[in-house]
């Protein structure tokens, strides 16, 4: 999938009313990003939002086996998207 179709992706679900959370969730489980950095410049590009806005994208990953799950993570970038 291209990145311009994956950002196109990522604006259709936050209209949809998809949590970050549930974004991410797309991206690692079905676009099969693996890497945060590029998860982060996914968001920054789809939403128009600085690489420092969305560090706390780094602290998160789809098996809860990283420091901030889901409530965090949309508590975080909710805001900053909606």
């Given amino acids: 999938m291209e990145k311009n179709e994956i950002i196109l992706r990522l ?9 970050p959370s549930e974004m991410l969730r797309y991206l ?9 950095i590029e998860l982060m410049l996914l968001f920054t590009e789809a939403f ?5 806005e969305v560090t706390a994208i780094g ?13 965090d993570i949309d508590a975080y970038i909710s805001p900053l998207i909606s």
């Fill in 28 to 36: 690692v489980l079905e676009v099969g990003e693996q890497q945060q």
């Fill in 59 to 71: 602290g998160w990953w789809h098996d809860d086996s990283a420091e901030l799950n889901d409530a």
């Fill in 48 to 52: 128009d939002l600085t690489l420092g």
């Fill in 11 to 19: 604006k259709a679900l936050s209209n949809e009313g998809k949590k």
